[in-house]
C-alpha cells in the first residue's frame, strides 16, 4: 500500500495539509503530530478529532464493524513454539492491517487472535460498508496465500491457518471511554453483532449482516444467507456469506 505524505483525514476533513512523511513532517513531530497506528494514512489528530475539534469525548456515528479472528490460534499456541506463535500473530496482524488501510478503514483493536477494524471514521465514505467487504475478501485472498510459506515452516495444516470474518453496519458510539485507563474504541450492537458474526462463521469464511447485504447491492446479489442463534441475542440473526 503507498503511503500518504500528508493526512488524508486533515485534508478531506479540514483542508488542512499536515505532513506525516519526509523532512517537512518534523516540526510537527516535534508537537506530537505523527502517523496514527491505527491508519498511517491519518495523524493523531484524527485519532482524537471529537476531542479536537468536536470538543466531545465520544460521538455517535454511522459506520461499519469488522472482526477477523485467526482460527486454532490456541491450540497452536500450546503445540508451537514462542517464536513460531510470535511470527504467526504478526503475519495475521500486518495481513489485516494491510487490507484495512487500503480501504480508509482503523485497525481500531488487536485482542489476541482477532483484530477489530472501524469503517467511516474518521475518512468518511459513503461506501464503507463495501469498504469493510472489500477489505474482508482481501484479508482471505492475501492470507490464503500467505499461510502456504507458513504451513511448510512449521509443520502445520492449511485447516489449522483460516480466518472466520463478522461484519456489521449501523450506529454506534465511538470515542474514549474509562476515566483511569482510556479506551479509543466503537461500542454498541453493532460492534457486538459483528462479533457474534464472527464467532460462527467458519476458517476461511466472511459473514456480514443484511444491514451490510442490503448497502453492498448489487454485489452481494446471489449471496445465500441462514439465521443464526448468536450468544447474547434474543431471536436468530440472519448472516449472508460475503
Known amino acids: 500500500m503507498q503511503q500518504a505524505r500528508i493526512c ?5 476533513q479540514m483542508h488542512v495539509p499536515v505532513p506525516i512523511r519526509g523532512v517537512v513532517s518534523a516540526p510537527f513531530r516535534a508537537f506530537g503530530i505523527r502517523p496514527s497506528r491505527m491508519n498511517p494514512n491519518t495523524c493523531t489528530i484524527c485519532e482524537l478529532m471529537f476531542t479536537k475539534v468536536m470538543r466531545a ?6 459506520a461499519t464493524i469488522m472482526f477477523a479472528d485467526l482460527r486454532g490460534y490456541t491450540s497452536l ?16 496482524y500486518d495481513e489485516c492491517a494491510s487490507a484495512i ?8 483493536k488487536t485482542i489476541g487472535d482477532a483484530v477489530m477494524a472501524v469503517f467511516n471514521f474518521p475518512l468518511k465514505r459513503e461506501t464503507h460498508a463495501k469498504n469493510a467487504v472489500l477489505a474482508a475478501r482481501e484479508i482471505q485472498t492475501n492470507w490464503r496465500d500467505r499461510r502456504e510459506s507458513l504451513v511448510q515452516a512449521h509443520g502445520l495444516t492449511v485447516s489449522d491457518l483460516g480466518i472466520g470474518i463478522g461484519i456489521h453496519s449501523g450506529e454506534l458510539s465511538f470515542g474514549e471511554f474509562g476515566h483511569s485507563h482510556r479506551d479509543l474504541t466503537a461500542i454498541g450492537t453493532v460492534v457486538n453483532t459483528a462479533s457474534r458474526a ?10 456480514v449482516t443484511k444491514a451490510v447485504f442490503d448497502r453492498v447491492q448489487p454485489d452481494m446479489k446471489d449471496s445465500r444467507s441462514k439465521a443464526f442463534q448468536l450468544k447474547g441475542f434474543d431471536l436468530p440473526i440472519e448472516l449472508y456469506v460475503a
Open 8 to 12: 488524508k483525514g486533515c485534508w478531506e
Open 57 to 62: 469525548r465520544k460521538i455517535t456515528i454511522d
Open 77 to 92: 499456541s500450546q503445540s508451537q513454539s514462542a517464536d513460531a506463535v510470535s511470527g504467526l500473530l504478526d503475519a495475521f
Open 101 to 108: 488501510w487500503e480501504h480508509d478503514g482503523l485497525l481500531n
Open 198 to 207: 464472527q464467532s460462527v462463521a467458519k476458517p476461511d469464511q466472511i459473514l
